[in-house]
């Protein structure tokens, strides 16, 4: 929605004969292609632009009764003000934003909707941004965002930690989610990965896979790397694992599954669900059968996860939660008060169908 700009409280309190001439707040529509501005309510009110603006800002250098005749006039006249505007007045803009690296990715739509809610219920919008995988875009986006709300969600950030740490004073206040950078003053929701994906190992592990097949994510992920060290360190002994350059998306797991085919495994384990899912719709093509002759594992445990024929084995992170628990840090350093203290999240396994013993 177009505004005719913003309020700003000009000076102490004059009624009526002020020459202030204030950018308007908000507008409405009035009749055919006419709009109701500021100093057409403080015409009709017989006030000056500064005293409506001083109003609907709500400052309380403004006698009742006067304040009163303009709220009725404006009213009448169908102005509405705008939020937004009246926020930069008032020195918040009542928005937050949050930058993602995909928004394709449900994990991370679902960490927003947790956090929509929540910032929701306390009257703040959201602004988002996605970078689509892109680190340097991400910290133009970070930047540009912050200038435009109160506070900001930096979600999986793909950046150098050098780069986020010079990027923190331009962006503060800023709450970490799905990453933790070492001496940066920022509050954290994290998961831990590695417990998760140590789980799956010691899943594939039982079910006598002697050749995994792991398919990763973006190389800036944090979460990526987290995972395949995971794998590597806890497959020592217990199978042998190749690491399958894929990507994030239904579509490279599905390119990757020849390539994972290749080197034998019995088991894939793909980055996230989507990966996986994709993967398995490749399998499913070309008529390998899931799990019978190859298991296949995801990581996030999306909706979609549970839909699939067989359903996908998969490592349950609380995605939601993630973005309430962002938005109980970011809210605390809006009201100037200290953040809780960080949370990390423990993942568990979900074993459906899609694993089962190895084929011989």
């Given at each position: 929605m177009q505004h005719d700009g913003i309020g700003v409280d000009v000076d102490a309190g004059e009624v009526g004969g002020s020459d202030a001439d204030p950018l308007d707040i908000g507008a409405a529509q009035r009749g055919r292609g006419q709009t109701v501005t500021i100093r057409d309510v403080a015409k009709a009110a017989g006030v000056s632009p500064a005293t409506v603006s001083r109003v609907m800002n709500n400052r309380e250098s403004v006698a009742p009764e006067l304040a009163r005749r303009v709220q009725q006039t404006a009213a009448s006249l169908g102005y509405r003000p705008s939020a937004v505007a009246q926020g930069l007045a008032r020195g918040r803009t009542g928005l937050v934003a949050i930058t993602v690296p995909d928004l394709g990715n449900p994990m991370f739509q679902s960490v927003l909707r947790g956090l929509s809610r929540a910032a929701g219920r306390d009257g703040y919008r959201l602004l988002v941004t996605d970078s689509h995988e892109l680190p340097l875009e991400e910290l133009v986006l970070a930047q540009e965002s912050r200038l435009r709300a109160d506070g900001l969600v930096l979600c999986s950030p793909r950046s150098h930690e050098r780069e986020l740490a010079e990027l923190a004073h331009t962006i503060e206040p800023f709450v970490l989610v799905n990453r933790s950078v070492?001496?940066?003053?920022?509050?954290?929701?994290?998961?831990?990965?590695?417990?998760?994906?140590?789980?799956?190992?010691?899943?594939?592990?039982?079910?006598?896979?002697?050749?995994?097949?792991?398919?990763?994510?973006?190389?800036?992920?944090?979460?990526?790397?987290?995972?395949?060290?995971?794998?590597?360190?806890?497959?020592?002994?217990?199978?042998?694992?190749?690491?399958?350059?894929?990507?994030?998306?239904?579509?490279?797991?599905?390119?990757?599954?020849?390539?994972?085919?290749?080197?034998?495994?019995?088991?894939?384990?793909?980055?996230?669900?989507?990966?996986?899912?994709?993967?398995?719709?490749?399998?499913?093509?070309?008529?390998?059968?899931?799990?019978?002759?190859?298991?296949?594992?995801?990581?996030?445990?999306?909706?979609?996860?549970?839909?699939?024929?067989?359903?996908?084995?998969?490592?349950?992170?609380?995605?939601?939660?993630?973005?309430?628990?962002?938005?109980?840090?970011?809210?605390?350093?809006?009201?100037?008060?200290?953040?809780?203290?960080?949370?990390?999240?423990?993942?568990?396994?979900?074993?459906?169908?899609?694993?089962?013993?190895?084929?011989?």
């Open positions: 070492a001496d940066l003053d920022a509050p954290t929701v994290s998961v831990d990965y590695a417990s998760g994906m140590r789980a799956v190992c010691a899943h594939l592990a039982w079910l006598g896979h002697s050749r995994v097949a792991y398919l990763e994510g973006p190389r800036a992920s944090i979460p990526n790397r987290e995972r395949r060290e995971t794998l590597q360190e806890a497959a020592e002994g217990r199978f042998e694992l190749h690491v399958v350059e894929c990507g994030s998306m239904l579509e490279d797991g599905f390119d990757a599954a020849d390539r994972a085919l290749a080197t034998g495994a019995t088991a894939i384990v793909g980055y996230n669900d989507l990966v996986a899912l994709g993967a398995h719709g490749k399998l499913n093509e070309i008529g390998v059968r899931v799990p019978d002759q190859v298991s296949v594992v995801g990581f996030d445990d999306i909706p979609l996860s549970r839909y699939t024929a067989p359903r996908l084995t998969t490592v349950a992170i609380p995605q939601e939660e993630l973005g309430r628990e962002a938005w109980q840090r970011l809210a605390a350093m809006l009201r100037d008060e200290a953040p809780p203290a960080d949370v990390c999240f423990t993942p568990r396994l979900e074993v459906r169908q899609s694993t089962g013993p190895a084929a011989r």
